[in-house]
């Protein structure tokens, strides 16, 4: 049985090399991304092995430092100096991306196949360009098109994220938050990628103004052939969104799973009390934590990370680091509780 494609529910068609051939846009194959510090090797991604599909959503769910943001780093290639360790597969669209050279990946890839909505983004809108020369520039830049006819585009994708199409003479301090940030999205969306990371999105937003962009990202996905990869701390607002939720803990993948079930009856414990700290509309429930504080990256146990605060922790945890278990429902579960049942 293979264990992703029992997530999605559509089982891809493989070459002999384990690449998809029909429906899958992305593949991470035991990506890991180590950091130096002066305290020691920081494990930011480890071991992390995931798949989507075409025109899907998934949102990456998880405490701060638990990797997420380094994960999409990681899949665009956007790397600090201290890298100490950066290993694995990226498929997409069945290429191995990192087996490009860094100047083709740049130019060939990086903002013309795949790109990012970084956090505070709409704080890094240059002060004194136009706004619609800023979100025109990755097509004069990547695609060589002439000014007149990048700038035809940016109307377009403004009008897709719901700019107006006078902000294009604007500039950012002239623009609310809620309009820098859909200026962003633009700026990602302008080239037509296959897949756009968000990560953070909405973070400095308002309610009302969050709630607006995550409406227009559904219709973007409605109406573009486009993937989304949502990182963020808001569990409730990105149930709207997601299509199936990978959550991550101290680095690692520990759960992937349908929206539909990881939401309401997710696997893991760590998922598990995640979800139970968020509150509802629709019922009235008390609200629970996780006790306790994530391990230290730099020197992580060497059983299961969350063993020192899980509630159902047995001698095994400690000792032994678990493997994927599959779900009555097709979820992967990094647990020995589901390993043993």
């Not at 709630?211 to 227009?216: D, T, V």
């Amino acid at each position: 049985m293979n264990e992703r494609s029992s997530v999605t529910g559509t089982a891809p068609v493989r070459t002999g090399d384990g690449r998809a051939t029909n429906g899958e846009i992305l593949r991470v194959k035991d990506l890991c991304l180590h950091f130096r510090t002066s305290r020691g090797v920081l494990q930011a991604v480890d071991n992390v092995s995931f798949s989507m599909q075409r025109r899907r959503s998934i949102a990456v769910l998880g405490e701060s430092g638990c990797g997420k943001t380094s994960l999409a780093r990681a899949i665009l290639r956007l790397l600090p100096r201290n890298v100490h360790l950066y290993t694995g597969e990226v498929y997409l669209d069945g290429t191995n991306v990192m087996k490009l050279s860094d100047d083709w990946f740049r130019q060939k890839v990086r903002w013309v196949k795949m790109s990012m909505v970084s956090q505070a983004a709409m704080n890094s809108l240059n002060p004194v360009l136009k706004v619609g020369y800023q979100v025109a520039e990755p097509l004069l830049i990547h695609h060589r098109m002439p000014k007149k006819e990048a700038l035809n585009r940016a109307r377009e994708v403004f009008r897709i994220v719901g700019v107006p199409d006078d902000f294009l003479q604007r500039y950012a301090f002239e623009l609310s938050g809620g309009m820098r940030q859909r200026a962003i999205l633009a700026m990602a969306l302008v080239t037509s990628p296959q897949l756009v990371i968000l990560d953070e999105p909405t973070s400095a937003l308002d309610m009302l103004t969050q709630a607006n962009i995550f409406n227009a990202l559904k219709d973007i996905k409605n109406q573009l052939d486009v993937s989304f990869i949502l990182i963020t701390h808001d569990i409730s607002t990105s149930s709207d969104l997601a299509d199936e939720v990978l959550i991550m803990y101290a680095g690692q993948l520990v759960e992937h799973s349908l929206s539909t079930t990881g939401y309401v009856k997710p696997l893991h414990p760590y998922a598990r009390g995640l979800m139970a700290s968020v509150p509802t509309l629709r019922e009235d429930k008390k609200l629970e934590f996780i006790p306790g504080q994530p391990p230290s990256l730099i020197n992580p146990p060497t059983g299961c990370r969350f063993a020192t605060r899980c509630p159902q922790r047995f001698d095994q945890c400690s000792h032994e680091p678990p493997v994927f278990a599959v779900g009555e429902q097709g979820e992967l579960v990094k647990c020995w509780l589901h390993r043993n049942a």
